[in-house]
T-cell receptor
Framework: GQSLEQPSEVTAVEGAIVQINCTYQ??????LSWYQQHDGGAPTFLSY????GLEETGRFSSFLSRSDSYGYLLLQELQMKDSASYFC???????????FGGGTRVLVKP | NAGVMQNPRHLVRRRGQEARLRCSPM?????VYWYRQLPEEGLKFMVY????????ESGMPKERFSAEFPKEGPSILRIQQVVRGDSAAYFC????????????FGEGSWLTVV
């Protein structure tokens, strides 16, 4: 099966940088996905890493190290609107389902 | 709006009634996934369907829950004889291919059982 660990909560101030770590255990790995979810809203796809290294998309970047079964999401120049829960996720070997971590709640303070 | 469409957005049912949640995937997507999210918890996989086929239902409760994705029309998640513990947000997602690495979610259906 799949299991993912990520911190439950992170607090930071506007303009700061936050790194959300995710470690995973899975049988058959293809890639690590990240989703953002605001309270009462839908999960929104942020990024997907299939290969080792850093992927940058605007203020958000995602990193993967397959040898360490580890990845992180980097949020830069934090804004109040970035207050949300962030989930890492991996697909099973058959690609039939995405298993999500428990989510990291990011609280951005003025 | 070409996104994943779910309805109803909010549904209230009394214990013992049936709940039907509908999902139309994004245009061009033929793979549908249903997830459940309890308050303050993460997303739990329920079922993966393609047109007229259930591919993986390993996350579905054994009783009272069923899902379908007919040749025509939306995917339906049906919950019979609802109980208070069924109160949750039910999210549908779709993907263009046969891998779940990148899936796109609808706005969810919030079920409240009273």
């Amino acid at each position: 099966g799949q299991s993912l660990e990520q911190p439950s909560e992170v607090t930071a101030v506007e303009g700061a940088i936050v790194q959300i770590n995710c470690t995973y255990q899975t049988s058959g790995f293809y890639g690590l996905s990240w989703y953002q979810q605001h309270d009462g809203g839908a999960p929104t796809f942020l990024s997907y890493n299939a290969l080792d290294g850093l992927e940058e998309t605007g203020r958000f970047s995602s990193f993967l190290s397959r040898s360490d079964s580890y990845g992180y999401l980097l949020l830069q120049e934090l804004q109040m609107k970035d207050s949300a829960s962030y989930f890492c996720a991996v697909a099973d070997a058959a690609g039939n389902k995405l298993t999500f971590g428990g989510g990291t709640r990011v609280l951005v303070k003025p | 709006n070409a996104g994943v469409m779910q309805n109803p957005r909010h549904l209230v049912r009394r214990r013992g009634q049936e709940a039907r949640l509908r999902c139309s995937p994004m245009k061009g997507h033929s793979h549908v996934y249903w997830y459940r999210q309890l308050p303050e918890e993460g997303l739990k996989f329920m079922v993966y369907l393609q047109k007229e086929n259930i591919i993986d239902e390993s996350g579905m409760p054994k009783e009272r829950f069923s899902a379908e994705f007919p040749k025509e029309g939306p995917s339906i998640l049906r919950i019979q004889q609802v109980v208070r513990g069924d109160s949750a947000a039910y999210f549908c997602a779709s993907s263009p291919g046969d891998r779940a690495d990148t899936i796109y979610f609808g706005e969810g259906s919030w079920l409240t059982v009273v």
